[in-house]
């Protein structure tokens, strides 16, 4: 079983920068694929960036080139720096391990075996 916390929500104005944080609990971390799914109030959950173990990563078209995804294994901890933040990526943000889809259909598909609990992110 793998616990995931996430950290570091809040809310902001357009146009500044958050990072978000997820502490793991499992001795296979750096093995897992992991990333972040969000869901905005009445909308349905969606995949916003996946790390794979080599580190090959898939962006949402919404969030790329202002969303980074990073890992730093010697922490377990996975990490999103959003920048250039928009009222739409107003959401609550789950940090996700284990994916059981391809890659390239992770996001689409956002099936994944472990979930955190979520930690919420305003823009306006």
């Known amino acids: 079983h793998v616990q995931l916390v996430e950290s570091g929500g809040g809310s902001v104005q357009a146009g500044e920068s958050l990072t978000l944080s997820c502490a793991a609990s499992?001795?296979?971390?750096?093995?897992?694929?992991m990333g972040w799914v969000r869901q905005a109030p009445g909308k349905e959950r969606e995949g916003v960036v996946v790390?794979?173990?080599?580190?090959?990563?898939r962006y949402a078209n919404s969030v790329k080139g202002r969303f980074t995804i990073s890992k730093d294994n010697a922490k377990n901890t996975l990490y999103l720096q959003m920048d250039s933040l928009k009222p739409e990526d107003t959401a609550m943000y789950y940090c996700?391990?284990?994916?059981?889809?391809?890659?390239?259909?992770?996001?689409?598909?956002?099936?994944?075996?472990?979930w955190g609990q979520g930690t919420q992110v305003a823009v306006s």
């Open positions: 996700v391990a284990r994916c059981w889809s391809k890659l390239e259909d992770i996001l689409v598909d956002v099936d994944f075996g472990y």
């Open positions: 499992a001795r296979r971390y750096s093995s897992y694929c």
């Open positions: 790390i794979a173990d080599d580190g090959t990563t």
